[in-house]
């Protein structure tokens, strides 16, 4: 047989299939752990691409949840592979874990490609491994589900819940104004991650879990159940028996993936109150796949979608709560209502979104919101434009403080994060609460990798006399888990030369959210002799892997993916190893 792809047959086939010296090497040594001749007969070959790592502490109880696909796979007749892929580990990968974003998505998609897989389970948690291993798959385009590791158990403080990065970040400034002491502290990192999985406040681990239930690439219920829950396992088993399924029937990725299901997804980010990082992440997905998503798409659907679910770091609860009170389906029920979901969009369980969710209850009013009777409303994601930003730059309402949404103030600029980190405790900074923080040079090439320091800490003066939050402004990111009146995603980024940095100390910003505008009050003639002095700093390793991101990498308004990575290649491997 040719290794060409066979018209009807299992791609697994062109390599287990083969009765020549082919099919020899492709069985042979795959045989080596006791696999009988029978598994080679043509059933579907799954592959489960696993982000275990220890070193990702989210995802390090993944070894258990991919014997339970394995399990679901065998019941239905296939043969389950496990493969490992680079996981990425939010906490611990320097300088931040959105560099290797795209080199683990390159990992992912070479794998699924270059071997006998027929459809593929992705184990996905912490933050990254979630677009990282769909943006593989998206450019490939086999059968896939998605499963994510789910969120940890509520923490507990003193008596009280406190959530993943919502309360470090509250917690640490409680420590640097005083109000707690390093003992109060250390025992906080104790109670705050108590069991196996992702963050458990909405930041990015929990909603990009909800953004894959929204289009569909998960099973139902796959947000919200936590890691430790039986309910996690049967979800594994149930994703491993239907991905057989979804081979027989000829489903691939891109039939989920489709526009319907991203505009489901936009809305369903609005009414979670998700994290920012979702507009990046499903821009890159989308363009992998050949959906043209725009950031404007976020403003233009966003509007008008109230947020329902009070959870942090918009509210008070987590996602266990979130669970309990009935999880995504109840939101995706609320959206369905209210004529805010393409109610068509298929499922990876076979069932339209809509047939999986019309009839979810909740049991708790007080997490999940009723859509006439919102958490917050009208806070979608939305997306400012003006001088300082021509290509665009985000801001979450929701996370926001109401009475500075409309805000002109004096700049104190941070030429870099460490500028920032130098500067920010010293006593004789010139702030006040009205200033706005400008922080450059933290973008995709900036600093590089497009850094969650967006949400940067306010100066100790300023916190003692507590004020809690600023207009701050950069061309990073922010947690997922973090709050305040931050505008993010600035584009062009200031390494790029975008207007950000020409930014001086004491030049005025104005900030309408309402308007959609973010404005440098600043004459064009002097912004045209501060460019002609302005230099490209220089990146800052030449070689290997961060040479080739520097190189290659977009803004964030097309997803801070790599340029050549956009689009799919498909299955087809022409070529035999040998
Ligand atoms: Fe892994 Fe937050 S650190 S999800």
């Known amino acids: 047989m040719s290794a060409k792809k066979r018209p009807g047959g299992l791609r697994s086939v062109q390599w287990f299939g083969r009765q020549d010296i082919y099919g020899f090497i492709y069985r042979s040594w795959v045989k080596n752990r006791g696999i009988p001749q029978d598994q080679f007969d043509g059933r579907p070959v799954i592959g489960i691409c696993n982000t275990y790592s220890e070193l990702t502490p989210c995802n390090s109880h993944f070894r258990t949840i991919a014997e339970h696909v394995k399990n679901g796979v065998l019941d239905a007749g296939g043969f389950p592979l496990e493969f490992p892929v680079m996981s990425l580990g939010e906490t611990l990968l320097r300088p931040t874990a959105m560099l290797y974003r795209n080199l683990a998505s390159m990992d992912v998609e070479e794998s699924i490609r270059g071997n006998p897989l027929d459809g593929v389970v992705l184990l996905a948690g912490c933050d990254k491994t979630t677009p990282a291993t769909l943006m593989g798959a998206a450019s490939v385009d086999l059968p896939t589900i998605l499963v994510s590791g789910g969120p940890m158990l509520s923490g ?166 979130f669970c309990y009170a009935g999880g995504l389906p109840a939101v995706l029920r609320e959206l369905g209502e209210n004529r805010l979901l393409h109610k068509g969009a298929l499922t990876v369980n076979g069932n339209t979104i809509w047939e999986n969710n019309r009839e979810a209850p909740c049991y708790n009013r007080d997490v999940i919101f009723p859509f006439a009777k919102p958490f917050k409303k009208n806070t979608g994601i939305a997306v400012l434009r003006g001088n300082l930003c021509p290509g665009g730059a985000i801001i979450k309402p929701s996370a926001a403080t109401p009475k500075l949404m409309r805000h002109k103030g004096r700049a104190v600029v941070f030429e870099n994060i460490e500028d920032f980190h130098t500067r920010i405790d010293d006593p004789n900074l010139d702030i006040d609460e009205k200033c706005v923080m400008v922080l450059k040079n933290c973008g995709p090439k900036g600093y590089p990798g497009m850094a969650e320091v967006g949400n940067m800490p306010l100066a100790p003066k300023i916190l003692k006399r507590g004020i809690t939050d600023m207009v701050r402004i950069s061309d990073a990111r922010m947690s997922g888990t973090a709050y305040g009146t931050v505008i993010l995603h600035i584009v062009p980024e200031a390494a790029a030369g975008g207007a950000l940095a020409l930014v001086e100390n004491g030049d005025v910003i104005e900030l309408d959210v309402a308007k959609r505008k973010l404005h440098l009050h600043v004459s064009e003639k002097e912004l045209k002799r501060r460019r002609a002095r302005w230099k490209a700093p220089k990146a800052q390793l030449g070689r290997g892997y961060w040479h080739l991101y520097h190189e290659h990498v977009l803004q964030a308004d097309a997803g801070a993916d790599l340029d050549f990575l956009v689009g799919r290649s498909g299955a087809l491997v022409p070529r035999d190893n040998h």
């Open 156 to 321: 507990k403080y003193h008596g009280k819940d406190i959530g993943s990065g919502t309360n470090t970040w509250s917690m640490s400034e409680d420590l640097r104004a005083g109000k707690l002491t390093l003992h109060e502290f250390h025992e906080a990192e104790s109670c705050m991650h108590r069991s196996h999985g992702h963050c458990m406040t909405m930041g990015t681990a929990s909603t990009m879990a909800s953004m894959s239930e929204a289009l569909g690439v998960a099973m139902p219920g796959n947000a919200a159940f936590p890691a430790v829950d039986a309910r996690r396992n049967v979800i594994a088993r149930m994703a491993g028996r239907r991905i057989v399924d979804l081979v027989r029937e000829k489903v691939p990725l891109s039939k989920i993936l489709t526009r319907q299901a991203f505009e489901n997804a936009i809305r369903a980010l609005a009414a979670i109150g998700g994290s920012t990082n979702a507009v990046i992440h499903l821009i890159a997905i989308a363009r992998r796949i050949g959906v043209d998503l725009k950031l404007a798409d976020f403003d233009r659907l966003g509007r008008g979608v109230h947020t329902l679910v009070n959870l942090m770091p918009s509210g008070k609860y987590l996602m266990e709560d």
